[in-house]
């Protein structure tokens, strides 16, 4: 359990806040808290989804990031046009590691960037017609694409530019899809909008249009949406359900292609693994289609067992078994990852701030490893993701959202975990103050982390990292005072 008492982390979060004028502490305030279980909302004790204030450093992204770098970017057999400056397609290139199948450049392009590239002379005169000639060019170029789509960047929004139009007239012209999405960049608080408004251009540009197409289905078709198979994460999760006996007729949306979501609303059920990113589209597939969804948590023996038994309760006695068929499988496999690993990590402590499921999701694979969570936060959450937080931790958990640098510097300086999993930004921040650190967005080049397979990859990347010899050896050369820092400049 946490060595810091309840009071004692109220204490610290007041702390914290004393370095902050009195307006910027009040708003500050009401994004720290300590977890308290009797709350029945997360909204009664922690405010979420908030802009950040100017000059109070965030790491959140934009709502071109949300789309872009998450929903769209993954599906592998369309072209993502990136459309402004340069820039942002290629900083949203191939940064997640969405593993896919396929020859890239020739049938499959997510790691690719496709861009209008904008200068100073599209920003006067609108950059229609360079869309248009773009899609040309791409189709004569990449004729085994399966459609486009239009990502927009800040200055499209600015100018006016009509994607919607030129959109129209590209699919009269080259006979595919092609989904304009307004996702620019300074819309909303966070990326957190960019996941909604992908989905909205998912539900109005691609599933309306083929609703009446024939599929051969059966009564055991499901669908892996919020799965963006970042170092194959999506590939270990499919297995099981396959080996349960169920049959992934659409993965969204990493190693997805367009005809897989074409394909979802044949489903009989959703299942849904980042709900903060595409919990909007399951929700219309609900109300339109009648497809119930639920979400469901692959991290962790535990929470295996846990969801393959709730999935396989909306299915018949025969899936019924064949999931305890299959946690029967694997418990002998993860019993000796965590036979293995458990004494080298076990009261080991953690502090996490990730992204939209992370922060809870991977909560239950540290405690199948003895480890425990003493903190955590997310950058772009809203309030029914605390609400799902609050049931997974203990009540002297530290909760942070949208944390800025100095508030996550400080908190760690007095918690002192054994472990931090948070983002690349924070990275080399902790590292240097000689603190364990794992990158948890993109497995720090590892993974998958999903699946029984994926909690033997995740037990070792964690005691690999914990255990290394080299954090003994490093200290920051400021803790031993002005006169070492000379010496060793000299």
Request: proline content about 4%; some cysteine.
């Amino acid at each position: 359990m946490s060595t810091m008492t309840r009071e004692e982390t109220e204490a610290l979060i007041q702390e914290v806040l004393e370095v902050y004028p009195e307006k910027v502490r009040k708003d500050r305030e009401k994004h720290l808290t300590v977890i308290d279980q009797d709350v029945a909302e997360s909204k009664k004790c922690i405010t979420s989804n908030r802009k950040s204030l100017p000059g109070v450093m965030t790491v959140r992204g934009c709502a071109y990031a949300g789309s872009k770098g998450v929903v769209w970017g993954p599906i592998k057999d369309m072209v993502h046009i990136s459309h402004g400056p340069v820039g942002c397609g290629q900083y949203s290139r191939a940064g997640r590691r969405n593993y896919y199948v396929g020859a890239t450049g020739i049938n499959t392009f997510g790691t690719m960037n496709f861009t209008s590239d904008f200068q100073e002379k599209d920003i006067v005169f609108g950059g229609d017609k360079k869309l248009a000639k773009i899609m040309t060019e791409i189709e004569q170029l990449f004729p085994l694409n399966k459609g486009i789509t239009v990502q927009s960047e800040c200055p499209i929004g600015l100018i006016g530019d009509d994607i919607e139009a030129v959109a129209k007239k590209t699919i009269a012209e080259i006979k595919k899809p092609v989904v304009p999405v307004r996702c620019e960049g300074f819309r909303g608080v966070s990326q957190s909008l960019g996941h909604h408004i992908a989905n909205d251009s998912i539900r109005d540009w691609v599933l309306d249009a083929r609703d009446k197409t024939s599929f051969n289905g059966t009564p055991y078709d499901v669908t892996v949406i919020g799965d963006y198979n970042v170092g194959g994460d999506a590939w270990a999760s499919r297995t099981l359900l396959e080996e349960m006996g169920l049959r992934v007729i659409a993965q969204w949306s990493g190693d997805g292609t367009l005809a897989e979501i074409e394909n979802t609303p044949k489903a009989k059920l959703n299942l849904i693994h980042c709900y903060r990113s595409m919990n909007y589209i399951s929700r219309h597939m609900e109300e339109k289609y009648n497809i119930p969804w639920m979400e469901y948590n692959f991290f962790g023996p535990t929470k295996i067992a846990e969801s393959l038994r709730k999935i396989a309760a909306f299915f018949d006695d025969n899936i019924k078994a064949n999931a305890e068929r299959v946690i029967e499988k694997y418990t002998a496999e993860y019993e000796a990852v965590i036979a293995k690993y458990r004494p080298r990590l076990e009261g080991k402590r953690v502090m996490l701030y990730v992204g939209g499921l992370r922060p809870r999701h991977i909560i239950g694979a540290y405690e199948d490893l003895g480890m425990e969570v003493v903190g955590t936060g997310y950058e772009f959450a809203h309030n029914d993701d605390y609400d799902r937080t609050i049931a997974e931790m203990g009540n002297t958990t530290l909760i942070y959202d949208d944390i800025t640098g100095y508030e996550f510097e400080e908190f760690v300086k007095k918690v002192k975990p054994d472990l931090i999993g948070s983002g690349i930004k924070e990275k080399y921040i902790f590292q240097k103050m000689g603190i364990p650190f794992r990158q948890m967005h993109s497995w720090d080049y590892s993974g998958p982390y999903h699946g029984y397979d994926g909690f033997a990859i995740f037990a070792r990347d964690m005691d690999m990292t914990l255990n290394n010899p080299c954090w003994k050896k490093i200290r920051a050369p400021w803790l031993d005072g002005p006169s070492a820092t000379a010496g060793a400049a000299a």
